[in-house]
């Protein structure tokens, strides 16, 4: 019994105490995801749907209505880095700084971009509408089939 309250403390006494920087406590602290409001959420997701790499060029305006144009070069949880192709710099942006961003050949979208043109339909969209279209022309085929 002893032996086993003597080892409670031991390793009680490691937990609490810290010698150099920061102890088990703190470290927990710092794992705590960041909390960004609705919009910035809108943006992270805008970004992570282009993706990284040269593929995902953008526009960005910020709140400050400067523009900025490059390719998302990585994506941390507060913010993103863009890589300017002419000035050859790249630039950590905060997600709450961003007003609006352009994927290149779209229109600005406030936080929602799915990558194609605004009155584009996606090709499954187009997919589904000729099959509901062969459908109501077998379904009316039979039915005139049956009446004759």
């Not at 900025?68 to 002419?86: C, P, R, W």
């Not at 710099?89 to 971009?113: F, M, R």
């Not at 085929?141 to 004759?148: E, I």
Request: no cysteine.
């Amino acid at each position: 019994m002893r032996r086993v309250a003597t080892a409670i403390l031991i390793a009680m006494a490691l937990i609490v105490w810290q010698p150099e920087g920061p102890g088990l406590v703190t470290e927990l602290r710092a794992q705590e995801p960041v909390k960004l409001s609705r919009h910035a959420e809108k943006i992270k997701d805008t970004i992570g749907s282009l993706g990284t790499g040269n593929e995902a060029r953008v526009l960005v305006e910020l709140r400050d209505k400067t523009k900025l144009a490059g390719y998302v070069k990585s994506m941390q949880l507060d913010e993103f880095e863009l890589f300017d192709t002419v000035a050859d710099t790249a630039k950590g942006i905060k997600y709450e700084e961003v007003k609006k961003i352009k994927a290149l050949g779209s229109a600005w979208v406030q936080g929602q971009s799915s990558g194609r043109r605004s009155g584009q339909r996606p090709l499954i969209g187009k997919a589904a509408i000729v099959v509901a279209v062969v459908l109501v022309v077998v379904v009316v085929a039979l039915v005139a089939s049956d009446r004759s």
